[in-house]
Nanobody, 118 residues
């Protein structure tokens, strides 16, 4: 059974950088068939796809977040991470990591709440 699990601070101050890590079990993040995404859900809003890292390490980001987002990986730990810079209270959300092919996502983490507040 594939498992993905988010981890990271639950509280970030405005203007700082949000950093989260996703640990993957029972699947390799270098498997060419799958890609690994970060998705968030803000209060009162729908799901927002943030970006993806592919098996070859290439990345692609949502145009609206591209200037503030970075996704990178540690293949030795089978982990991939998200960094979101210059956060504001509008970045308060539940953040999810997941596995997908195209725009279909089959395994999701439980989600981690991140609050941006001073």
């Amino acid at each position: 059974q594939v498992q993905v699990q988010e981890s990271g601070p639950g509280l970030v101050k405005p203007s700082q950088t949000l950093s989260l890590t996703c640990t993957v079990s029972s699947a390799s993040i270098t498997n060419n068939f799958y890609a690994w995404s970060w998705i968030r859900q803000s209060p009162g809003k729908g799901m927002e796809w943030m970006g993806v890292i592919h098996a070859d390490g290439s990345t692609y980001y949502s145009p609206s977040l591209k200037s503030r987002t970075a996704i990178f990986r540690d293949t030795s730990k089978n982990q991939f991470s998200l960094q979101l810079t210059s956060v504001t209270p509008e970045d308060t959300a539940v953040y999810y990591c997941c596995r997908g092919t195209g725009w279909e996502f089959d395994y999701w983490g439980q989600g981690t709440q991140v609050t941006v507040s001073s």
